[in-house]
């Protein structure tokens, strides 16, 4: 009777060096032939580790236990010992479901028999020596990223990032049209757009992700908020080095881009984005003082109405023709922005504010640590932590504020030199709303006598605190 021979292959990341699963297969075919047994069937598990740190299940592995104990299969073929476990444990268990079956093993090197005890005793031994070989190369691998990290190389492995691709000698160079890509989303999302208003905007333009795929708000976001887009790579022991490739984005840029992301006004939390309104959020009734809310009536007309409901606190008595209401504030607005003295304060993005500013931040962080570690080593006692704590925490919010006030500004800072009009018909409501975001602090809707629509019943609030 014939031998039916299973073939397992297995490549994890830290064999880079070894046979890929391809390779495994050829070589386990030839042993079938010299073992003259027949090759029933092949398992492969592609970058899957089975060190003790890897708890990943492997399926085909799994497959292979239960054809065994199904009676389907004899022996098993494989490179290395080390391709079916490195951890004993799994070695144990996998000898005490094969020894009932008289299943045999063969490597390149090794020829496991298990109905002896010394082919048992051997395996048992084998698999020992092959755990601690792969604890070795695990920190061997660990040795070598950190050092990597220290040398400025970027990280290896995982897909390609959005705006670089790796050259030849292992360091990062710039894809130009992407970093194209990588600037415009930067400016369009400083001056008010949003993640989903750009991501629709390039699936419509054909533009994909480094693996194909359709942008979607998420990718986007993570992709602008990597490090590498200012020339710097994160490790868990050293920490923000900086890297030998160019940067794509200005530390400013990049920094005001974290600012923004972490606004929790614009944090949905995956909900989809729905506002088709100009003014929700900025309008609100003039009789009760709660905010209008945008929506059609029977008919479709768009209104802003005061909704007394469940979950809604609103008077009830009062409603807007939404298009009337907006047409008259985006007049006054624009009007407002045509001014000499208004166009004469606006300024454009200052970056040594910044940079000042961040690092003001970045020292009161690192000083906050150092508080903390002395108050824990007993150096300060708890009135004197508490006391520098707070002169500390009040010079980061300052420097916070300031940087903050500063990124409200910056949709405002391109129309220094730009037609007022001309830019508001050329961007999208993302952009608009964060231009009334800028200027607007309120607009009110007050009652009015009679059917026909009164422009001095809406009452806007400037930044500045001028009524008009």
Same mark, same amino acid.
């Given at each position: ?346 300024? /454009?993005? #200052?970056? $040594?504010? @910044?940079?000042?500013?961040?690092? =003001?931040?970045?020292?009161? +962080? &690192? %000083?906050? !640590?150092?508080? /903390?570690? #002395?108050? $824990?080593? @007993?150096?300060?006692?708890?009135? =004197?932590?508490?006391?520098? +704590? &707070? %002169?500390? !925490? ?75």
């Amino acid at each position: 009777m014939s031998v039916r021979a299973a073939i397992y292959c297995r490549i994890s990341e830290d064999q880079q060096d070894g046979w890929g699963v391809g390779d495994q297969e050829e070589h386990c075919r030839r042993l079938a032939d010299v073992m003259e047994w027949d090759v029933v069937g092949v398992y492969v598990d592609n970058d899957l580790g089975a060190t003790k740190r890897n708890r990943k299940p492997r399926p085909d592995y799994e497959r292979l236990k239960q054809a065994i104990t199904a009676g389907l299969i004899d022996a098993v073929l494989v490179t290395e010992l080390s391709r079916l476990h490195r951890r004993p444990l799994e070695w144990h268990q996998f000898r005490d479901l094969a020894v009932p079956f008289k299943v045999k093993i063969k490597s390149l090197t090794d020829y496991i028999d298990l109905e002896t005890g010394e082919g048992v005793f051997a395996a048992n031994l084998r698999a020992d020596i092959d755990e601690e070989e792969a604890e070795q190369i695990r920190r061997r691998v660990l040795r070598r990223t950190l050092s990597d990290a220290k040398a400025g190389k970027p990280a290896s492995g995982g897909y390609r990032g959005f705006g670089y691709e790796t050259s030849d000698d292992g360091t990062l160079v710039i894809v130009e049209e992407e970093a194209h890509l990588i600037r415009e989303a930067t400016t369009r999302l400083l001056r008010g757009e949003t993640l989903g208003g750009i991501c629709a905007d390039w699936q419509a333009r054909g533009i994909t992700t480094p693996t194909g795929g359709l942008w979607r708000p998420t990718p986007l976001r993570q992709s602008l908020m990597r490090p590498a887009l200012i020339g710097y790579r994160d490790h868990p022991v050293a920490g923000r080095v900086r890297g030998i490739w160019p940067p794509i984005l200005s530390e400013d840029e990049w920094e005001r881009l974290q600012v923004l992301f972490s606004d929790p006004e614009r944090q949905n939390h995956g909900r989809v984005n729905v506002r088709t309104y100009l003014l929700t959020g900025f309008v609100s009734c003039g009789r009760c003082g709660k905010p209008l809310r945008g929506g059609p009536r029977q008919g479709g007309e768009r209104t802003y109405t005061c909704r007394k409901d469940v979950g809604f606190q609103g008077c009830g008595g009062l409603r807007r023709k939404a298009d009337l209401v907006e047409k008259e504030v985006v007049a006054r607005l624009l009007h407002r922005l045509d001014s000499e003295a208004l166009r004469a304060s606006l300024v /454009a993005v #200052d970056d $040594a504010a @910044d940079a000042t500013d961040r690092e =003001e931040i970045a020292w009161c +962080k &690192a %000083r906050l !640590t150092r508080l /903390a570690d #002395d108050y $824990a080593d @007993d150096v300060l006692t708890k009135p =004197e932590y508490l006391r520098q +704590k &707070a %002169r500390i !925490t009040e010079r980061k919010e300052a420097a916070e504020r300031r940087r903050d006030a500063r990124q409200t500004n910056y949709a405002l800072a391109s129309l220094v030199y730009e037609p007022v009009r001309e830019e508001w018909e050329r961007n999208d409501l993302d952009w608009r709303r964060a231009l009334i975001a800028a200027t607007i602090e309120s607009v009110t809707v007050h009652p009015q006598r009679g059917r026909v629509f009164d422009p001095d019943a809406i009452e806007v609030l400037w930044k500045d605190h001028v009524r008009a």
